[in-house]
């Protein structure tokens, strides 16, 4: 069954009902790959909607609408007027919010309501919130971050649609914000560290597509299998195509890097990674398309 995710907002329910955007703390991962809901006071839900683009501002930047130009005139003004509006009554309690652009997909004419308060964001099903009882149940309140960090940084990618911007502003925008994106956290889920030398400090973890941005597909783009996590000297080799790797995990070093090269930047003959077999895919394209030999 679909779920339908649950967020209590009873102090900006007006603001989401009339501008149809939804504003929360980041980070904060939520799975709202299907349908999203709001609660106002009493658990009563309204309104079902579809979360089409997401954007991450923070709330004390000069600039900040700087940051949404590439959204249509619509968007940018329903924003910025939310933004407006609440300052009036509260506070942004921290610098960075993440921002949804909601579309409305369905009316709950009955208005089911849960069977008792939740001061969280809950999950119900569908088929629940149709089922036309005034108190419904929920399904869980779990949440899989693999998939709701996949769901947010696809909708990052969705905000970056203008038209005038050429493929190759719009890649470097994409790549410019995946250092602090969900795809990073999807890949931190699996590795804690840097594939080569080890280092686990998150702020000097780059995550890198083995398969260009530029040649993947949009599945590829989201695909975590088509990512590394490297300190940034050796992101930077892997991007280049100074470094890869066979299918064993062995490290590939181009002819075109001098001993005191690799000291400095420190890769030797015996370094590996580890790699599962859709790793190894993607990795054959980068030692053929990518590796300077």
């Known amino acids: 069954m679909n779920k339908v995710l649950s967020i209590p907002a009873a102090s900006t329910f007006h603001l989401i009902k009339k501008y149809h955007i939804h504003a929360f703390p980041h980070p904060r991962s939520y799975d709202y790959s299907y349908l999203v809901t709001f609660r106002k006071k009493g658990g009563i839900m309204e309104e079902l909607y579809k979360v089409e683009k997401a954007v991450r501002l923070n709330m ?3 600039f900040i ?16 007027n939310y933004i407006i509006e609440r300052k009036k009554d509260f506070v942004f309690e921290k610098p960075d919010f993440m921002f949804w652009v909601l579309k409305k997909e369905d009316s709950l004419l009955h208005e089911p309501q849960t069977t008792k308060p939740y001061n969280n964001h809950v999950y119900f099903n569908y088929q629940e919130l149709h089922s ?20 947010e940084f696809s909708l990052q990618l969705k905000g970056i649609t203008k038209e005038e ?8 925008i994409i790549k410019s914000r995946v250092g602090q994106s969900a795809f990073k956290k999807a890949l931190l889920a699996i590795e804690k560290k840097c594939g080569l030398c080890g280092v686990s400090d998150e702020r000097f973890l780059i995550s ?8 993947s597909n949009n599945q590829e783009r989201l695909d975590v299998n088509n990512g590394l996590l490297l300190c940034p000297n050796h992101d930077a ?17 181009s002819d075109n890097l001098d001993e005191a090269t690799k000291v400095f930047l420190n890769i030797n003959e015996t370094m590996n990674i580890r790699m599962n077999e859709d790793q190894r895919q993607y990795m054959k394209w980068h030692r053929e398309k990518i590796l300077k030999i």
């Open 60 to 62: 004390e930047d000069e």
């Open 237 to 253: 080799l892997f991007d280049k195509g100074y470094i890869s790797f066979a299918d064993d995990g062995t490290i590939l070093i």
């Open 132 to 151: 036309g009882k005034k108190h419904v149940n929920i399904a869980s309140k779990e949440e899989n971050n693999h998939v709701s960090y996949i769901s």
């Open 65 to 80: 609408y700087d940051k949404i130009q590439h959204f249509d005139n619509s968007i940018q003004n329903r924003i910025k």
């Open 165 to 172: 911007i050429i493929e190759t502003e719009k890649e470097q």
């Open 208 to 215: 890198s597509h083995i398969k260009t941005w530029s040649q």
